[in-house]
């Protein structure tokens, strides 16, 4: 009788399919109130920025700068205030059940840890892209209100001259809906990282930071490097690299940036360099 019942916990585990798994991490990550209350925090904290940022740089324009308005990145700046939230989610996502303990019912259960890092990952970008495309968006449609009134102001002679620009740009523009979905993939791919560094630290405090150091502090210090460095390190960074596929116009002067495909391929192999590494770790660990 003994070898039947060891056989029974096999058998379910052989019958567990992919969807299961992924309706269990969907589960998961709903039933967390942090998650959700992280969610509508990202979406009031990058539209919000977007707004007042893409109000900020219309309505003090001066001539000499109109060659660097870029309407949709202008638009959507708060995309970088909201992968730092996004990426807060990413990494609970799985150090939560670090902090907890439950990540050894999980492991049990699916014994295949490459597939719980999968299911974890494929909901959290579902996740991720729906509200990253709905922060874009909205902030994109907000910023082309204020850019169809763009207010210039040229302050050479005794007093200034004041005129009103029409600079918005539409959807069907050239490049327009590309930067825009852009800007949900960017968050997707950010939230990613997160999720691995969760994986490879499985502590939420150091994964948090460590995604917030790679995402925001280590680009603006190598803003410190060398001129001749800062212009070959910079482009390759991963928020500088990825942040390329929601601008309408590539970065030109001294540091240009790469193309918006190019960028983003470079900032998905840095995602899927940390993701790996955290699948041969899970694969190695016992939890």
């Known amino acids: ?46 539209i919000g920025t977007s707004a007042l940022l893409a109000w900020a740089v219309s309505a003090h324009l001066e001539p000499s ?16 205030f909201g992968q730092l939230t996004v990426a807060v989610i990413g ?14 019912t999980t492991l049990t259960v699916v014994p295949r840890r490459v597939t719980v890092l999968t299911a974890k990952l494929t909901v959290l970008a579902c996740v991720a892209l ?9 902030s994109f449609f907000i910023g082309q209100s204020f850019f169809a009134n763009a207010t210039v102001t040229d302050r050479d002679g005794a007093a200034d001259t004041v005129t009103h620009l029409d600079l918005h740009v539409a959807l069907t523009d050239p490049g327009v809906l590309r930067a825009v979905v ?20 499985r502590n939420t405090a150091a994964a948090i930071s460590t ?17 001749a460095w800062e212009a070959h390190v910079v482009k390759w960074l991963p928020t500088n690299a990825g942040s ?15 193309g918006p495909w190019t960028g983003y391929g470079v900032f998905v192999a840095y995602v899927l360099t940390a993701l790996l590494a955290a699948a041969v770790l899970l694969r190695r660990r016992d939890t």
């Open 244 to 258: 390329a596929i929601w601008s309408l116009r590539p970065t030109t002067g001294d540091n240009p940036m790469l």
């Open 182 to 201: 852009g800007g949900g993939l960017y968050l997707a791919a950010g939230g990613l990282l997160a999720l691995a560094l969760g994986a490879l630290l």
């Open 211 to 227: 995604a917030i150091g790679l995402l925001f502090v280590v680009p603006l210090l190598a803003n410190f490097l060398p001129s």
């Open 65 to 80: 700068f109109l060659a660097d308005v870029d309407p949709v990145r202008d638009s959507m700046s708060g995309l970088m």
């Open 130 to 138: 729906v509200c990253g495309l709905l922060c874009s968006f909205v």
């Open 91 to 104: 990494a609970m996502a799985i150090t939560s059940e670090y902090s907890t303990g439950t990540i050894r």
């Open 1 to 46: 009788m003994k070898p039947a019942a060891a056989a029974a916990p096999e058998a379910r585990a052989a019958t567990l399919t992919f969807g299961g798994v992924l309706r269990s991490e969907w589960t998961k990550i709903r039933s967390l109130r942090s998650t959700v209350w992280t969610l509508v925090a990202t979406v009031v904290l990058t």
